[in-house]
């Protein structure tokens, strides 16, 4: 136990700092976005990301869209695979794996889903023809969150940021639920049972004991992700029900690791070493050795999850950002602002998000079915609380299922910077006064 503890400790760190310093990189591509929309080359953003078609035909098979949709449905597919590879290790081994731990950050994530969405709503009672929106304002943006928490540095606690990941994560798939059942105008049957089919494949491949990765892609991307672009159902989704199938089992245990490791360490050592700089053959072989025992001590998902999360942190999310956040101001801003849709995500992001974590919270530990983690304050909690109104990259998601209108687009994505702007700010002010009277 006291081996294991490190290096979950570790490893959680390196998953926050990779999260923190593509959460940099995001808010960059969101001014550049911004700017380039706004200037003289607006033409050039546009006819880039939503005229200019890529993509093949074969056949009756047609792939051809703009880079914009191959983004949306392509690249934030791999996006939310990796999601998918989080959720899976958190409830096997992580935060969520048991109900002590998962308790309060997943009643946390509903609370702060529920609230927002009942929000949105009834400032829509007025307004019934933009209640389309209602999932826009109930999705946090982890990278943003974790970005602007790692400012704080060591004055903020590291269980509190724990609490935050997997807050977001539990999040992320109640944001993909919510797009699978409600954001799906027609379903194609036949190609969802197509889907069915291959997913079925996969869990049979991993109880079978296929750990190669290549025919999880594979099988993955020509079945899978195929089948669910011209089902109707979303592409994202394929991307975590695919990764739910990736197996998590090592080859051999920990103890077998450790014996054998040590006695090819051993051999090597005896191995009398060339005048040269190259290695003599059996160096070489039991290098090759050692690299096949370490490929049976790993597990498929984690190998997966630690080659993507950079790609999707420092590449995916950004060119998203890239392409989704160049909003061009038509008219007036202060219009836009105070249009319902912009107002409804407003109050649901920034007041929602609050509400809704902090009472679910509170419920759970009242009723002594959770408890606070150890060294984090309900003070910290608020903080936290405000800043998963961050919901920018998700909200922007979904703000394009939900309307079909490009003005009430524009408008919602207004709408979404404003209120992930209003709780940046207040999340960071609480948190950077309460981090100064804990040190006074």
Do not use: C
Request: charged share 15%; net charge neutral.
């Amino acid at each position: 136990m006291t081996i294991n503890k490190p290096v979950n400790t570790f490893r959680i760190s390196r998953f926050i700092s990779e999260e923190a310093f593509g959460g940099i990189i995001l808010i960059f591509a969101t001014v550049v976005a911004l700017i380039w929309a706004n200037s003289p080359f607006y033409d050039s953003y546009n006819y880039l990301w939503y005229e200019l078609k890529v993509g093949f035909v074969w056949g009756q098979i047609n792939m051809v869209g703009s880079l914009h949709s191959w983004i949306n449905d392509g690249l934030m597919a791999l996006f939310f695979f990796t999601v998918g590879l989080e959720i899976k290790r958190e409830i096997l081994g992580g935060e969520l794996s048991s109900v002590k731990k998962a308790a309060m950050p997943i009643a946390a994530a509903i609370g702060g889903m529920l609230i927002p969405a009942v929000i949105y709503a009834l400032v829509m009672i007025k307004n019934p023809e933009y209640l389309e929106g209602w999932g826009i304002p109930m999705a946090t943006d982890i990278a943003f969150a974790l970005g602007l928490l790692a400012l704080l540095g060591k004055r903020v606690n590291i269980n509190l940021k724990i609490f935050l990941t997997a807050l977001a994560i539990a999040d992320d798939l109640g944001a993909v639920m919510v797009i699978a059942i409600f954001y799906t105008d027609t379903i194609n049957y036949t190609e969802l049972l197509s889907a069915v089919f291959f997913i079925g494949v996969l869990l049979l491949a991993n109880f079978a004991g296929v750990r190669r990765t290549v025919f999880y892609a594979l099988v993955g991307f020509i079945g899978v992700w195929m089948a669910f672009v011209f089902s109707g159902v979303h592409a994202t989704v394929a991307g975590v029900l695919i990764a739910l199938t990736i197996p998590a089992r090592t080859k051999i245990g920990e103890n077998e690791y450790v014996n054998r490791l040590s006695k090819f360490i051993n051999k090597f050592k005896k191995e009398q070493p060339n005048d040269n700089l190259l290695l003599t053959k059996e160096q070489a072989h039991l290098i090759a050795e050692i690299e096949d025992l370490n490929e049976q001590a790993q597990t498929p998902l984690q190998k997966l999850e630690h080659a993507l999360h950079p790609i999707t942190a420092y590449f995916i999310l950004p060119v998203f950002a890239l392409s989704n956040a160049g909003v061009h101001f038509e008219g007036s801003v202060i219009n836009m602002l105070l249009h319902p849709i912009s107002l409804g995500i407003i109050a649901g992001l920034v007041i929602g998000k609050f509400l809704g974590i902090t009472i679910f919270s509170r419920l759970l530990v009242w009723l002594k079915i959770a408890a606070l983690p150890e060294g984090v304050t309900w003070k910290q909690i608020y903080g936290v609380a405000f800043l998963a109104g961050i919901g920018f990259t998700m909200s922007m998601f979904i703000s394009d299922l939900a309307f079909k209108d490009e003005e009430f687009k524009q408008i919602a994505k207004v709408g979404i910077m404003a209120a992930s702007f209003i709780s940046a700010v207040i999340g960071m002010t609480w948190l950077s006064m309460g981090a100064k009277k804990d040190r006074g």
